[in-house]
């Protein structure tokens, strides 16, 4: 699905004036046009979907981009914002007549304030480097997805990214004070305050997660917290997918709220295993990796009784790193788990549901009968304690067919995630993927007042635009498609 | 439990407001009338709107009707050993989930577990156009489409009705021991800020009346690790403490002249107003009563780069609230204007024209 770029040559007059534009706002370095300066612009981590901007802006200061925003906005440019480039919805795939606006020079981390714990950095600080930052200190930026060495606070907020510690620290809309926002008519924004709350409507949660669809983030102050004075993992291993499950919600209703609990089946735990050499059982059908933190003493009574609860689950052993190294090797297998089915499969697909945690057995039953239908082998990585389930579908691009059925098996496991009380999407965002998929999670009122939404702040819909939110008319093609228990959903749309 | 919910009738009602442009005034228990600006229009009651739909203590999830009694919701989740993570007031017997999360409201835990907007996972509404709409969900990760259960906290009901709304909740502590330091203001407002970036378990801290009160919270083994590496006199009877100030049944806040809530840095040293100060909040939200002018507390405050709200005792027709920057208050016109296209809810409550 790739898009060309038009040539130079073939470009318009408003296209030219448009460069021009940018031109004598930036340095010549900042606007990139060539289609091979272009080439490294054309997808963000999810790379089946591809296509090449008009033109790339590379600002440095806050005024830039509002110049640049106020120009687009007066010739009618669509502007799609981009950060590391590690978002996994294509959120950040750009327009063929749009500017692309790369966040990566705002690199800068302005200020740590261990005192008021918080941090004001630029949108393109990488955010593992928060935490790097703040342990002079003793502290850490709680958020902490698995790409957390490349990906960029901005993009964070901008897609409200989770990590594997949020049941205990929440998602980036917990962590952060304060955003400064550039809006499409070029207006620079303070949303939220460095107190812990501002006046009027709650602004910073509306925009966290909002995808670039409401504005342009240019400086974010987040929350910091206390390093914990100890963390330690317990491994635990099954020789069934239902009882890890069960496994999970005895472990809370003990009144214990891991750090970080994860779940592994047994394809994921191979694969893993095979790259990551951290110790996994081979032979068990799931794992659990539970993490608790806190002081030493705490962390010792939690594991007591974590220890206990696993084993009482069914647990054919259980497992307590011995050290820091083993605690880190534990967590590797893991956090290489995509990269290690990478190695096995040509290619696969990452889903991204949230399920109430007691649908999970018949949720995974669904997922392997599937498979079986499909012939598509599938390892699933869980985010255990929040239900938000990773199936990552191992299929061969180079095979004709094979993508579509991928993603065919990939909606339909979305689908699920809503029938049982879910979501299409936990952390990656809606994006371009799953665009389709908010047809199935909301109906036409909602998506309405989405839109309302997004025209309170950009009203000429110039931002991302396509992106996140569907237009009714594409649910009501995309609903004619998928007739669910003989119901169209949006009945009051007229069908073609 | 089908006769406790009557969204089908609030919606009718709202329709009904609709077609004859009658704005409304949504009401729950009336315990927080006093918040904000004045009320105008129509009572709509919503307290018949009750009940909680789903409580699942594995999922660490409650669902409930905008009308449920706070203390049913409560008493529900102390059964199960369970609690609302963000501790909130209720200030009066009638207090209910919907006008709990309308007004924002959290209590002294706030700081460290997070506001009543950081507990919200999804809700119901009925929106301006009478349309009954639903966001967010049971689970804690969802981002798909805007985040408008969230922007629903804190909205004074300006931009829906709400219906029911999901909510994160918490196994209690096992252990809980508040300690007192007596020192001046400033030194507790160093100690209090100097917590933040220590490990160790706290999850409420205030200065009052000469006395830093520093609330553990967590295994009896942290909470035990954590007084000995503290230190300080342990208070006797701690949970009323927490109580009556959450309340503001403090002798503190026994007073006709106006009391003004100052939301600041925590570490921001004492500020040179007039009147009589109580810190809670670890420091960050900070209690005033004062006979000073309301201009000159404002203009002081945000001198340090903090907001003020007038709180009680205020003139209701009058600024309640921090004046908005004029692109944010475009933007706030706009959103009200794409939830309530009519101006039907709370007209005036929070600004005026919202």
């Known amino acids: 699905m790739t898009v060309a770029a038009p040539a130079i040559a ?53 005024a830039q981009v509002q110049a640049i925003m106020r120009l687009c906005h ?15 919805s294509g959120g950040a795939l750009p327009l063929a007549d749009g500017v692309l606006l790369s966040l990566a020079r ?42 957390q060495i490349a990906c960029s606070i901005g993009g964070n907020v901008a897609e409200n990214s989770g990590g594997v510690h949020c049941l205990k620290y929440g998602l980036t809309v917990h962590n952060i004070l304060m955003l400064k926002l550039v809006t ?6 303070s949303i939220g305050s460095e107190t812990l ?23 974010v102050t987040v929350k910091l917290l206390a390093r914990p004075e100890r963390a330690q993992v317990v491994l635990a291993a099954f020789d069934d997918v239902v009882k890890a499950g069960e496994a999970v919600g005895a472990i809370i209703a003990a009144g214990i709220i891991p750090a970080g609990l994860e779940m592994m089946d047994r394809l994921a735990i191979q694969a893993a295993e095979d790259f990551a050499h951290a110790g996994y059982p081979r032979d068990a059908e799931a794992i659990l990796l539970c993490e608790l933190d ?12 974590v220890r206990r609860v696993l084993t009482q689950s069914g647990a054919t052993e259980v497992r307590t790193a011995v050290d820091e190294a083993e605690r880190q090797l534990f967590w590797k297998g893991r956090k290489s788990a995509f990269p290690a089915v990478g190695r096995i499969s040509p290619d696969y697909y990452c889903m991204d549901g949230t399920i109430p945690r007691r649908q999970l057995p018949q949720v995974l039953r669904q997922i392997s009968q599937w498979s079986q239908e499909y012939g598509l082998a599938v390892a699933n990585v869980f985010h255990a304690g929040d239900g938000n389930l990773h199936p990552l579908i191992l299929f061969d691009a180079n095979k004709p067919g094979e993508l579509a059925r991928t993603e065919e098996f990939g909606r339909r496991i979305l689908q699920l995630c809503v029938e049982v009380g879910g979501t299409i999407t936990g952390e990656h965002g809606v994006g371009m993927e799953k665009i389709d998929q908010m047809c199935s999670q909301f109906r036409s009122a909602e998506l309405s007042q989405f839109h309302a939404v997004k025209a309170a702040f950009d009203p000429a819909g110039l931002l991302n635009p396509g992106k996140a939110v569907p237009t009714l008319q594409r649910c009501a093609e995309f609903g004619a498609m998928h007739v669910h228990h003989g119901q169209l959903s949006h009945p009051e749309l007229e069908r073609y | 439990m089908a006769d406790l919910d009557s969204s089908a009738a609030l919606q009718q009602q709202v329709q009904d407001a609709i077609n004859t442009r009658t704005p409304l005034n949504i009401c729950g228990g009336n315990s927080k009338t006093f918040l904000g600006r004045h009320p105008e229009g129509k009572a709509l009651p919503v307290s018949a709107h009750r009940g909680i739909v789903e409580y699942d203590p594995r999922e660490l999830v409650l669902s409930a009707r905008a009308g449920t009694p706070l203390a049913e919701i409560e008493t529900a989740l102390s059964d199960a050993g369970q609690m609302l993570t963000f501790e909130p007031p209720h200030f009066g017997e009638n207090a209910t989930l919907g006008g709990t999360i309308a007004c924002g409201l959290s209590g002294p835990r706030r700081p460290y577990a997070g506001a009543a907007r950081d507990a919200v996972l999804g809700c119901k509404i009925i929106n301006g156009r009478a349309e009954l709409l639903q966001f967010g969900g049971q689970v804690m990760k969802n981002v798909a489409g805007y985040d408008v259960s969230r922007l629903m906290a804190g909205a004074y009901g300006t931009l829906g009705v709400l219906l029911e709304i999901s909510m994160k909740v918490l196994p209690r ?17 160093q100690r209090m800020s100097q917590l933040l970036s220590q490990p160790v378990p706290v999850d409420a801290a205030c200065y009052h009346a000469g006395q830093c009160h520093i609330r553990l919270a967590g295994s009896e083994q942290a909470v035990k690790h954590a007084h000995e590496h503290l230190g300080g006199e342990v208070l006797e009877k701690a949970a009323p403490f927490w109580h009556t100030l959450r309340e503001q049944q403090l002798p503190f806040f026994h007073s006709d002249a106006p009391l003004y809530r100052v939301m600041v840095k925590p570490d921001s040293a004492p500020l040179p107003i007039a009147g009589s100060w109580l810190l809670d909040w670890g420091g960050a939200q900070r209690w005033l009563v004062s006979d000073e002018p309301v201009a000159k507390i404002r203009e002081r405050v945000a001198a340090v780069g903090g907001h003020v709200t007038c709180f009680r005792s205020h003139d209701s027709h009058d600024e309640v609230f921090a004046t908005l920057s004029a692109p944010l208050l475009t933007i706030h016109q706009r959103l009200k204007n794409s939830f309530d296209p009519h101006a039907i809810f709370n007209r005036g409550r929070m600004y005026p024209g919202l």
């Open chain 1, 10 to 62: 073939n470009r318009t007059l408003s296209q030219e004036a448009l460069i021009n534009g940018l031109l004598a706002l930036l340095p010549g370095s900042a606007v990139l046009t060539d289609p091979e300066d272009l080439r490294p612009f054309e997808c963000d981590a999810l790379s089946v979907y591809r296509r090449l901007p008009l033109v790339v802006v590379l600002p440095e200061t806050i």
């Open chain 1, 74 to 88: 007066t010739l009618r440019v669509p502007v799609v914002a981009r950060g590391a480039g590690t978002g996994l």
């Open chain 1, 106 to 147: 705002f690199t800068r981390i302005l200020h740590i304030d261990p005192h008021n714990a918080m941090a004001t950095l630029q949108p393109g600080v990488r955010n593992l480097a928060i935490s790097e930052a703040a342990a002079a200190h003793g502290m850490y930026y709680a958020p902490d997805p698995s790409s």
């Open chain 1, 184 to 189: 499409m008519e070029g207006e620079l924004l």
């Open chain 1, 197 to 219: 709350d501002s006046p009027g409507y709650d602004l910073l949660a509306l925009l966290t997660g909002s995808e670039g669809m409401l504005g342009i983030i240019v400086e």
């Open chain 1, 294 to 305: 806190g002081s030493n003493a705490e962390v010792s009574e939690y594991i007591m009784a």
């Open chain 2, 173 to 189: 502590p096992a252990a809980s021991l508040t300690l007192i330091h007596e020192c001046p203001q400033q030194e507790a407002i």
